[in-house]
Protein backbone atom coordinates (compact mmCIF):
# COMPACT_ATOMS: atom_id res chain seq x y z
CA UNK A 1 0.00 0.00 0.00
CA UNK A 2 1.25 3.51 -0.57
CA UNK A 3 0.77 6.57 1.91
CA UNK A 4 0.30 9.80 0.62
CA UNK A 5 1.21 12.58 2.79
CA UNK A 6 -0.50 15.99 1.12
CA UNK A 7 0.68 19.94 3.10
CA UNK A 8 0.38 23.99 1.95
CA UNK A 9 -3.44 23.99 1.49
CA UNK A 10 -5.04 26.96 2.96
CA UNK A 11 -6.62 30.39 2.68
CA UNK A 12 -5.05 32.85 0.52
CA UNK A 13 -6.32 36.04 -1.51
CA UNK A 14 -5.91 36.52 -4.96
CA UNK A 15 -3.21 37.13 -6.37
CA UNK A 16 -1.40 35.15 -3.98
CA UNK A 17 0.77 32.07 -3.77
CA UNK A 18 0.86 28.83 -2.45
CA UNK A 19 2.80 25.82 -2.45
CA UNK A 20 1.58 22.19 -1.98
CA UNK A 21 3.38 18.73 -1.26
CA UNK A 22 2.84 15.09 -1.17
CA UNK A 23 5.24 12.84 -0.17
CA UNK A 24 4.53 9.08 -1.16
CA UNK A 25 5.80 6.08 1.09
CA UNK A 26 5.62 2.21 1.12
CA UNK A 27 7.35 -0.60 -0.41
CA UNK A 28 7.73 1.52 -3.57
CA UNK A 29 10.15 0.44 -6.50
CA UNK A 30 9.90 2.95 -8.78
CA UNK A 31 7.07 5.85 -9.53
CA UNK A 32 5.91 6.63 -13.12
CA UNK A 33 3.67 9.36 -12.94
CA UNK A 34 2.84 11.83 -9.74
CA UNK A 35 -0.17 14.73 -10.29
CA UNK A 36 -2.17 16.88 -8.43
CA UNK A 37 -6.25 17.37 -9.65
CA UNK A 38 -8.78 19.31 -8.08
CA UNK A 39 -12.57 19.03 -7.64
CA UNK A 40 -14.37 21.82 -6.86
CA UNK A 41 -18.25 21.92 -4.89
CA UNK A 42 -20.79 20.88 -7.53
CA UNK A 43 -17.74 20.11 -10.34
CA UNK A 44 -16.44 16.77 -11.32
CA UNK A 45 -12.57 16.44 -10.65
CA UNK A 46 -10.09 17.66 -13.04
CA UNK A 47 -6.80 17.22 -13.78
CA UNK A 48 -4.24 19.83 -12.74
CA UNK A 49 -0.81 18.89 -13.79
CA UNK A 50 1.23 16.06 -13.87
CA UNK A 51 4.67 14.77 -14.12
CA UNK A 52 6.68 11.73 -15.92
CA UNK A 53 9.14 10.08 -14.48
CA UNK A 54 11.38 11.76 -16.98
CA UNK A 55 10.55 14.97 -16.18
CA UNK A 56 7.84 15.44 -19.01
CA UNK A 57 4.87 17.86 -17.73
CA UNK A 58 1.17 18.40 -18.37
CA UNK A 59 -0.56 21.02 -17.66
CA UNK A 60 -4.30 22.13 -17.64
CA UNK A 61 -4.96 25.23 -20.35
CA UNK A 62 -6.52 26.83 -17.02
CA UNK A 63 -3.07 26.90 -15.22
CA UNK A 64 -0.28 27.20 -17.83
CA UNK A 65 1.36 30.02 -16.85
CA UNK A 66 0.68 30.65 -13.12
CA UNK A 67 1.38 26.70 -11.57
CA UNK A 68 4.64 24.42 -11.65
CA UNK A 69 4.72 21.25 -10.93
CA UNK A 70 8.08 19.31 -10.21
CA UNK A 71 9.12 16.28 -8.32
CA UNK A 72 12.13 14.80 -6.31
CA UNK A 73 12.39 11.60 -6.78
CA UNK A 74 14.68 10.90 -4.22
CA UNK A 75 12.21 12.06 -1.73
CA UNK A 76 9.26 10.46 -3.59
CA UNK A 77 7.62 13.69 -3.54
CA UNK A 78 5.95 16.13 -5.92
CA UNK A 79 5.19 19.97 -5.67
CA UNK A 80 2.61 22.20 -7.15
CA UNK A 81 3.70 25.92 -6.73
CA UNK A 82 0.74 27.83 -7.31
CA UNK A 83 1.02 31.83 -8.43
CA UNK A 84 -1.36 34.19 -9.34
CA UNK A 85 -3.79 32.54 -7.55
CA UNK A 86 -7.69 33.42 -8.43
CA UNK A 87 -11.16 32.33 -7.09
CA UNK A 88 -11.75 29.98 -9.71
CA UNK A 89 -8.92 27.60 -8.04
CA UNK A 90 -10.61 27.02 -4.75
CA UNK A 91 -11.10 23.46 -4.62
CA UNK A 92 -10.08 20.34 -3.10
CA UNK A 93 -6.51 19.26 -4.28
CA UNK A 94 -5.83 16.24 -4.53
CA UNK A 95 -2.06 14.34 -5.12
CA UNK A 96 -1.95 10.84 -7.53
CA UNK A 97 0.74 8.71 -7.85
CA UNK A 98 1.05 5.54 -10.15
CA UNK A 99 4.06 3.62 -8.60
CA UNK A 100 5.55 0.26 -8.98
CA UNK A 101 5.57 -1.77 -5.89
CA UNK A 102 7.51 -5.13 -4.73
CA UNK A 103 4.72 -7.10 -4.21
CA UNK A 104 1.34 -5.22 -5.89
CA UNK A 105 2.68 -4.62 -8.74
CA UNK A 106 1.33 -0.95 -10.10
CA UNK A 107 -0.79 0.98 -8.01
CA UNK A 108 -2.95 4.10 -8.82
CA UNK A 109 -3.27 5.99 -4.99
CA UNK A 110 -5.27 9.12 -4.06
CA UNK A 111 -4.02 11.67 -1.56
CA UNK A 112 -6.74 12.44 1.06
CA UNK A 113 -7.13 15.82 -0.15
CA UNK A 114 -6.03 19.79 0.94
CA UNK A 115 -8.03 22.75 0.79
CA UNK A 116 -7.00 25.31 -1.49
CA UNK A 117 -9.51 28.49 -0.79
CA UNK A 118 -8.99 32.20 -2.50
CA UNK A 119 -10.77 35.38 -1.61
CA UNK A 120 -11.55 37.78 -4.05
Known amino acids: QVQLVESGGGLVQAGGSLRLSCAAA????????MGWYRQAPGKQRELVADITSVGKTNYANSVKGRFTISRDSAKNTVYLQMNSLKPEDTAVYYC??????????????WGQGTQVTVSS
Open 96 to 109: NVVVHMVVAGTVAS
Open 26 to 33: GSIVSINV
